[in-house]
């Protein structure tokens, strides 16, 4: 399929497109982005490189991703951003390439970045995720399939939001969300499991039910983190949401919101 490509579009000549390309007026694609089939640029977008997208994704206006490291420590070395398919950048969205000579920032597939929703760099997103406008990652932020960051919340650097976990609008991520969490305030706390996104998703009523005991056992029972590890761990047989909130909550490193 041809590409459409506005007269007043300017593309580095080391730039590599694929097919069925939308790209629309005024829009600036800079050298070593390697842009997939089907994608849309709708007009004033600006992808930078080294960089590559896969197909389907679309730009919205002012989005200005694969831009250089923020970090004082970037002196210019070649770093990278990797995006999958199939995502949505809003108007404003900015992603940043990573900081260390050859790393990466990298994006999954089929999440959707509102309005002047941020990723700086280093960071790692996984599928289907929801920022909402002005969602704002620091660096080495790592964030799980299915999260949705809330509305104006700051994500400090090197924290991780876990699979299907949430966050509330306006709050202030410190520590890790564990998975299928929701955490809200400022600095944020773990509220409630994500019973309403987790039921959305096809998890069994057993499962959001061993998702909630786990919760209680984490947050109302006056232990500290590694003695609630200990005690799901003890469940012998569980399921795999649990197995998966025992591996996240047994890694941290800045501890659990």
Not at 11 to 19: N, R, V
Not at 174 to 191: E, S, T
Request: hydrophobic share 40%; proline share 4%.
């Amino acid at each position: 399929m041809a590409n459409e490509i506005h007269s007043t579009a300017i593309i580095d000549p080391g730039a590599e497109l694929g097919d069925g390309l939308v790209i629309g007026p005024y829009c600036v694609i800079g050298a070593e982005v390697r842009l997939g089939d089907g994608c849309r640029l709708h007009n004033h977008v600006t992808l930078a490189g080294p960089s590559v997208f896969g197909g389907e994704n679309e730009f919205f206006p002012f989005a200005s991703v694969g831009q250089r490291s923020q970090d004082l420590k970037y002196v210019g070395e070649p770093t990278h951003l990797q995006v999958g398919d199939g995502n949505t950048f809003r108007e404003f969205c900015t992603v940043n390439r990573g900081t260390a000579p050859g790393s990466y920032t990298v994006i999954g597939s089929h999440g959707s970045f509102l309005a002047y929703s941020h990723i700086a760099h280093d960071c790692t997103v996984g599928d289907h995720v929801i920022f909402s406008n002005n969602g704002t990652l620091a660096g080495h932020v790592t964030v799980g399939d299915h999260a949705i960051i809330g509305g104006l919340t700051a994500v400090h650097q090197f924290c991780r939001i876990g699979a299907h976990a949430m966050t509330g609008g306006c709050s202030k991520i410190v520590q890790d969300v564990p998975p299928f969490m929701v955490a809200d305030g400022n600095p944020a706390k773990v509220r409630a499991i994500n019973s309403v996104g987790l039921g959305r998703r096809g998890f069994s009523p057993e499962a959001i039910a061993l998702v909630k005991k786990a919760h209680r056992v984490l947050y109302r029972e006056q232990r500290n983190h590694r003695e609630a590890v200990e005690v799901l761990r003890g469940w012998g047989e569980s399921d795999p949401a649990i197995d998966q909130l025992i591996a996240f909550v047994a890694t941290t490193e800045r501890g659990i919101s």
